[in-house]
């Protein structure tokens, strides 16, 4: 059946804005608030958060402010569910305990750094989004429809052709909210929204920010110390001082709350500069004392003048109606399966993330380009070096060594490009995971077939050019086996830089990679053969996969040869065997190598995916 089309004549959604829908805005209290962090092995702990408490109704532009380390991040990560981990306290949604599951269902948090994907436009980011974010019953034609009213809201339509890494600093700022909108989250949660923008991009975004807020939504950011015109355009401020509530309220109930406790604002001063002296100490500890102890550490809603609340009458995205039992009901949640958990199915996830990384590979120098280059440029260079010695029993020693140096091309090249750029994609994947985009299992499995064609035709490139510049037995069986050990090398070296990628930056990455491809060297039979190793350390030979690639390629090269041609009188290792002997390498283990390869490419990968798990959920509760 065809899905049902939401949009009118002239390709507009249908309801995508409708009025009075009270029943879908999200109201968010908390009650006793505190949040722990540990400072280290046998140092103790500290709280940041210390007994708060809070209120931000809807259709408001609420503020979190205070000095730096007052506490405003962590109060944010916490009550948007980003961080759990030593979190104290009371936390509803609509005066009913907050269910996680649900709660990310209406909301969204938009972190401080732009968290996009540089290589494509914003209206391919918009469109995958779209397809990744709305259900399965809206048509293609209403997906446009929104994204270019969205579009156009925020003032980007201009830029729809535009890749990301082009725009300024006030349209990826704007991008990254537009991409949240998609779905028309209720609540939203943004830090440091102003971070890095000009004095008018900060204006502009504030005030995309109120419009929204008066559309129904409930918006939450922290921000430092706004200027006079950017503090006046929130509804709410809630400020914070050492992990403790100062005021609660309008911006505009700021001045007559500090006179009412004999904190006067001077006059022509910034209320926002002198509140945050005043959280800072400049005026003395106790005036700090006096704040707290009058708003009863965030109790008090005195200074919250209702009156002044707007009427929520507009956007609310016909695809997020919201059952009130869905974020209102206090009962715990039935488990649910991940893919229930996101709106759309695991295989339009699949298809969503295999055609973006087409897209980034088709654009990416680093990941296909220079990948396919580099292999050309080693395969002749190395050629050239050891040119014509395959079929020679006097250089059968320097074609043992090109045999390693094939190894340490591919696994060295490839753990090393994966241990540069995955770090950057740990954080968009953060970002977008815990949004609810996309479940984890199919990034990773996208992420895994993306991979296969690039590394195939970089390794069929890099095996022809060097196998007939050097000269090797022009036989396909072996030309076939020399192939899948190089294809599977690269697997399984992309597989550890995914690991090492995954728990490290870009600089210890580079520290940690080389000295686990040093190790491995170690007891790769390759300087000092496996023969000669100590018995203590035998151990070392069975987890290096280096040795059973090089065991492999020495097989597939020399297994059952004839006489090598030698020009010399007397050729010691005309035969092949007498230098195997000496090397320590079998020749009748190759199908044993290979399987062994293999169950180390299936325990990495998995490796891999389990600490891609870790990580990303240690981030999202750190």
């Not at 979190?64 to 979190?87: E, F, Q, R, T």
């Not at 939203?188 to 929204?193: I, K, R």
């Not at 005195?302 to 009130?324: F, G, M, R």
């Not at 990384?357 to 990948?371: E, N, V």
């Amino acid at each position: 059946m065809e899905p049902k089309d939401n949009t009118n004549g002239v390709g507009q959604p249908k309801g995508l804005f409708i009025k009075d829908r009270n029943q879908d805005q999200v109201e968010l209290k908390f009650d006793n608030l505190y949040y722990t962090v540990s400072l280290g092995f046998n140092k103790g702990t500290k709280d940041v958060l210390k007994n708060i408490s809070g209120h931000f109704a809807p259709s408001q532009l609420v503020a979190i402010m205070g000095p730096s380390g007052a506490g405003k991040s962590s109060l944010l990560d916490v009550i948007s569910g980003y961080n759990l981990k030593g979190v104290r306290g009371k936390i509803t949604v609509n005066k009913a305990e907050r269910q996680l599951d649900q709660f990310r269902r209406v909301s969204c948090y938009i972190q401080q750094d732009d968290r996009l994907q540089p290589l494509l436009t914003v209206g391919e980011n918009m469109q995958i989004a779209a397809n990744l974010k709305l259900t399965a019953d809206k048509t293609p034609k209403y997906k446009e429809a929104v994204i270019n009213e969205i579009l156009s809201t925020l003032g980007l339509e201009q830029c729809k052709f535009t890749r990301t890494a082009r725009l300024s600093g006030g349209q990826k700022k704007r991008l990254s909210i537009a991409l949240e909108l998609i779905n028309n989250p209720m609540i939203m949660f943004l830090d440091e929204p102003t971070t890095g923008l000009d004095s008018s991009s900060c204006s502009q975004c504030i005030s995309l920010l109120r419009l929204l807020a008066h559309q129904g939504r409930t918006i939450i950011c922290t921000i430092h110390q706004p200027s006079a015109t950017l503090f006046q355009m929130f509804d709410q401020v809630y400020i914070l001082s050492r992990g403790q509530c100062l005021y609660q309220g309008s911006t505009g109930n700021v001045v007559p709350y500090l006179s009412k406790l004999e904190l006067p604002c001077p006059i022509y001063h910034n209320p926002a500069d002198f509140v945050i002296e005043l959280a800072c100490g400049d005026h003395g500890n106790d005036k700090i004392d006096k704040m707290i102890n009058e708003i009863q550490n965030g109790k008090c809603s005195a200074w919250t003048d209702q009156n002044d609340l707007p009427v929520a009458n507009v956007p609310v995205n016909e695809e997020i109606e919201i059952p009130q039992n869905r974020i209102t009901t206090g009962a715990k949640p039935k488990k649910h399966k991940e893919h229930v958990y996101h709106e759309t199915s695991s295989y339009n996830q699949l298809k969503c993330l295999l055609h973006r990384g087409i897209i980034k590979c088709a654009r990416d120098p680093d990941l296909t380009y220079l990948r396919i280059g580099v292999n050309i440029a080693v395969s002749v260079l190395l050629g050239s070096l050891f040119l014509q010695i395959g079929d020679d029993g006097n250089k059968i020693f320097d074609n043992y060594n090109l045999l390693f140096s094939v190894l340490m091309h591919h696994v060295g090249s490839t753990l090393m490009l994966n241990i540069i750029n995955f770090p950057s994609e740990i954080s968009i994947l953060t970002k977008e995971h815990f949004n609810r985009w996309y479940s984890l299992k199919m990034y990773y499995i996208a992420l895994n077939i993306l991979d296969v064609p690039i590394s195939t035709i970089g390794c069929l490139i890099f095996s022809v050019i060097i196998y007939l510049m050097t000269g090797q037995p022009m036989d396909w069986s072996r030309f076939g086996m020399f192939t899948l050990i190089s294809w599977l090398m690269v697997l399984i070296a992309q597989s550890l830089g995914f690991i090492i990628g995954i728990w490290f930056n870009v600089i210890n990455g580079n520290f940690v990679g080389p000295i686990i491809v040093v190790m491995l060297m170690m007891f790769s039979g390759f300087g000092v053969n496996l023969r000669d190793i100590p018995c203590y350390l035998k151990w070392g030979t069975y987890i290096s996969f280096l040795r059973y690639g090089l065991e492999a390629l020495v097989a597939a090269i020399y297994k059952d040869r004839p006489l090598l041609p030698c020009d010399d009188l007397y050729c010691h290792y005309k035969y092949s065997a007498k230098f195997l002997y000496e090397v320590a390498m079998p020749v009748d283990q190759f199908g044993n190598d290979v399987i062994a390869l293999l169950i180390s490419l299936v325990v990495t990968r998995v490796a891999a995916y389990y600490m891609l798990r870790l990580r990303v959920r240690a981030r999202e509760s750190l």
